[in-house]
Structures are given as structure tokens and as C-alpha cells.
């Protein structure tokens, strides 16, 4: 691998580069350092596997170079990658990502002198520590829910914790999931918000999507218009979105999910018209016309028109033939303005 570049102080990058850095092609690579690199790696994570953690670290800094030294080092993380988390990795990730990039390369998409860490191991060890620290917060909060299924996690901490205990619920088997959705159900507010949409994905019947738009948190109530349209009977899946339309930040997107519904469903097709006439919800419900999965929509919308009662509701008819935007619908659409205009 060429080096281009060994900087020494600070240079014309979007931020400056460190004191020592090298700069590097990596199109031309150094297959005799490449070699020695992967030996160091070898031996480097020989010594992890045996728990020795400090020969890990001293392998790699008696490297020849910072090149050679952050290649070994990818080379392990990569393995690391493999593994199960186990406290050896954990130490030496938590090196890793306390070591500041040394090797560089320029911006592949500009021609200034713009630099990026090439192995970037920083980075990616700080995410494989997250990574396994949320692999752990999953199989404590399975291990206790499969003890315990009645008692509802407590996960006080957002972020990693609350993500492995999702990932928990995701892998109880049939009968703990029957348990836990039960408890929730009947206790909602000790359910962490951002677990309802793990417990919906596993358990979507109305009772529990319904709980999920009261008390879930925002991920979890616009899960719950998805899972509704896709995982409902179609009477059931319309009066969930009716308690999403409740919330004006989740309407427009029921009024969007009634689309597929309304072809077959009478009540899926009230609801769009009566939302025609409402200043807020008039542009989504006119959008839903317009994506009706039937080759026969235009007509549909034309229907419509006899039952339009306000001018509001008229002009979102008018703006569905916009959106739908077929020959049929532009013809339409000019039909319907002659017919509105005032007579000369």
C-alpha cells in the first residue's frame, strides 16, 4: 500500500489531521505488509483468546508501523465480529475505541484534500461494544421472562437496554408471549413504552395494537397503523385506524393505510369521503383515492363526486385525479372544472 503522505501537523481536510497521521491509497496495496499484518493479528488474538489482554495490546503497538498496526487491528475486530461477546473482547474493544485513527485516506467523491480514517477502528469497536451490550440486556430480560413471565421488565434506561429487552420479547416462545401479553394488558402503564411495539409485532390482535397507540411510545403507535393494515381482518384493522385518527399525529397516515381497505371494504370508502371535507385530512384522504389497488379508481373517485357537500371537499376530489394523474383522471378532471366554472 503507498504511502502518499505522512503528515506532521494539521492540513487542508474538512478537520485537521492528527500530528503523525498517514495518508494512504488504497489501490496500492503492500501484499509483503499485508502478510505481516495478518500474522500480528493471528498472534494478537491468539493472546485475546487466552485472556491475555495486555500481550493483545502490546502485539499490535510493537507494529513497524501505524499502517501495519491499525491493519492487524482490523484484522482482529473482524474476528471479534465472530465471536459471542466474551469479557477479553470487551476489554480490548474498549482499548480500541480509546486509540485515535492514525491512517487515513482521501475522500473518494471529492478532488480536495478532504480525509477520512481508513480502518476506522475507533468507530467500529464502540459498535461492537454496543452490539454486545445489547445481546446481553436481551438474554438477561429473555432469561427473565422465561422465569418469570408475569413480571413485566423493568427497564428504567433508554437506549441499549430497552432495545435488548425488545429483542427478548421477539424471542419468547408461544406460551411465555401469551403470558406476557396478558400482564401487559391488564397493567399497561409498568409496560416500558418502547417495548409495546415489540410486544405488537409478536402479538397483533386489536387489543394489543389498541394498548400500543395509548401507551406505546412513537416508534410503537406508527408501528401499530402498519401492523394494522397488514396483520388485521379488515373490520378489525378499520377500527384501530379510527383510534389512530384520533391522534392527530398518526391520522394522516390512517387515512393513508385505508387505501388498500377501501376497494372491498364499504366502511374503508365512508371514512375516505367523509375526510374529503376536513381541511387537515382532505389532502391524505384525497392520496388514498388515488392509490386505490384497483384499475378502476378513477371511477371510484368520480362516484364521489355527487356526494361531495362542501367546495373544500370538492377541490381534494379534484386534487386525488391530480395525484392519480392517468389520461382518464386528467380527462376527468376537466370535465368536472367546465362543469364548476361560472356561467359567462
Not at 394498548?211 to 412513537?218: I, K
Request: aromatic share 4%; proline share 7%.
Amino acid at each position: 500500500m503507498l504511502l502518499l503522505a505522512a503528515v506532521l501537523a494539521g492540513g487542508s481536510a474538512a478537520e485537521p489531521l492528527p500530528s503523525g497521521a498517514v495518508v494512504i491509497d488504497p489501490q496500492r496495496v503492500d501484499g509483503a505488509l499485508g502478510m505481516k499484518s495478518a500474522q500480528r493479528a493471528t498472534q494478537a488474538f491468539a493472546a485475546l483468546q487466552r485472556g491475555d489482554v495486555g500481550a493483545a495490546t502490546r502485539i499490535l503497538q510493537e507494529a513497524s508501523s501505524a499502517l501495519e498496526a491499525e491493519w492487524a487491528a482490523d484484522q482482529v475486530l473482524q474476528r471479534l465480529e465472530t465471536e459471542p461477546p466474551n469479557e477479553s473482547g470487551r476489554r480490548w474493544l474498549a482499548w480500541a475505541a480509546a486509540q485515535p485513527p492514525r491512517v487515513f485516506r482521501r475522500h473518494d467523491e471529492t478532488v480536495a484534500d478532504w480525509f477520512l480514517p481508513h480502518f476506522n477502528i475507533a468507530a467500529r469497536a464502540e459498535g461492537l461494544l454496543a452490539q454486545w451490550a445489547r445481546a446481553d440486556a436481551r438474554d438477561a430480560c429473555l432469561d427473565a421472562l422465561t422465569q418469570a413471565p408475569t413480571q413485566l421488565p423493568k427497564v428504567d434506561a433508554p437506549g441499549l437496554a430497552q432495545q435488548g429487552c425488545a429483542d427478548a420479547v421477539a424471542g419468547l416462545d408461544d406460551a411465555a408471549l401469551a403470558v406476557l401479553r396478558d400482564a401487559a394488558l391488564a397493567m399497561p402503564t409498568e409496560v416500558v413504552p418502547s417495548l409495546w411495539q415489540a410486544l405488537a409485532e409478536r402479538a397483533p390482535d386489536s387489543d394489543v395494537l389498541v394498548a400500543a397507540l395509548r401507551y406505546g411510545d412513537a416508534a410503537a403507535r406508527l408501528a401499530v397503523i402498519r401492523l394494522a393494515a397488514d396483520r388485521l381482518p379488515p373490520a378489525q384493522s378499520i377500527a384501530v385506524l379510527d383510534h389512530a385518527a384520533e391522534q392527530p399525529e398518526l391520522a394522516s397516515a390512517a387515512t393513508l393505510a385505508l387505501a388498500p381497505l377501501a376497494t372491498t371494504e364499504p366502511a374503508a370508502l365512508e371514512r375516505l369521503a367523509r375526510r374529503l371535507g376536513d381541511t387537515q385530512l382532505g389532502p391524505s384522504a384525497a392520496a388514498a383515492l388515488a392509490r386505490l389497488p384497483t384499475p378502476d379508481r378513477v371511477k371510484r373517485i368520480e362516484a364521489l363526486w355527487s356526494q361531495a357537500k362542501t367546495a373544500g371537499a370538492r377541490e381534494h376530489l379534484l386534487l386525488a385525479l391530480d395525484l392519480e394523474g392517468s389520461a382518464e383522471a386528467r380527462a376527468l378532471r376537466m370535465q368536472w372544472r367546465r362543469q364548476s366554472a361560472p356561467a359567462p
